[in-house]
T-cell receptor
Framework: GESVGLHLPTLSVQEGDNSIINCAYSNSASDYFIWYKQESGKGPQFIIDIRSNMDKRQGQRVTVLLNKTVKHLSLQIAATQPGDSAVYFCAEKQPNAGGTSYGKLTFGQGTILTVHP | NAGVTQTPKFRILKIGQSMTLQCTQDMNHNYMYWYRQDPGMGLKLIYYSVGAGITDKGEVPNGYNVSRSTTEDFPLRLELAAPSQTSVYFC??????????????FGEGSRLTVL
């Protein structure tokens, strides 16, 4: 079946380093991708998104790269801080079937990012 | 705005018991969703709603029911609790369907244990 997966389930970095979290997706029809951050005991929070017609999008300290050729998505966090420690999920959205039907949003397993002071 | 509010935050049920997880949002979002998150796993969609009176099944609807009588509220009902329903449940809402500009806003989760 279609799935979104992550290459590395855990990532440990030193404060100030750059972090790269990877995600592989298998559905070439997916047209939208999102990264969420989930802190312990909280719900996921939107970080950044990218449409399939783009290959790069930058936010504040974060950059998402999309490589449709190899169906790969990555999240880069610059100058990682202890407050960035969390689980990061990628999610892909398949095109809406039409009308009010929901364009299925599939979440990956998540990567645990730990930032050491 | 309080955003998305879920209650209860924690609950322990015995096998066969029933309960309702409450979810309310004050952002006037038409779209609401229920996800479950099993340990070490991503989120799986249980049910969603595109507006008051309209609901539809997600990936894992078996054992659950929902209703949407108002824009604000989207309760999730477990009729006969089973150990397989032990999970953390997240309610979410969005202004548009999930997608560009359809950012999901999540509640803080309800941790359910079925013994």
């Amino acid at each position: 079946g279609e799935s979104v997966g992550l290459h590395l389930p855990t990532l440990s970095v030193q404060e100030g380093d750059n972090s790269i979290i990877n995600c592989a997706y298998s559905n070439s029809a997916s047209d939208y991708f999102i990264w969420y951050k989930q802190e312990s005991g909280k719900g996921p929070q939107f970080i950044i998104d990218i449409r399939s017609n783009m290959d790069k999008r930058q936010g504040q300290r974060v950059t998402v790269l999309l490589n449709k050729t190899v169906k790969h998505l990555s999240l880069q966090i610059a100058a990682t801080q202890p407050g960035d420690s969390a689980v990061y999920f990628c999610a892909e959205k398949q095109p809406n079937a039409g009308g009010t039907s929901y364009g299925k949003l599939t979440f990956g397993q998540g990567t645990i990012l730990t930032v050491h002071p | 705005n309080a955003g998305v509010t879920q209650t209860p935050k924690f609950r322990i049920l015995k096998i066969g018991q029933s309960m309702t997880l409450q979810c309310t949002q004050d952002m006037n979002h038409n779209y609401m969703y229920w996800y479950r998150q099993d340990p070490g796993m991503g989120l799986k969609l249980i049910y969603y709603s595109v507006g008051a009176g309209i609901t539809d099944k997600g990936e894992v609807p078996n054992g659950y029911n929902v209703s949407r009588s108002t824009t604000e509220d989207f309760p999730l009902r477990l009729e006969l609790a089973a150990p397989s329903q032990t999970s953390v449940y997240f309610c979410a809402s969005s202004y548009l369907l999930a997608g560009p500009k359809g950012e999901l806003f999540f509640g803080e989760g309800s941790r359910l244990t079925v013994l």
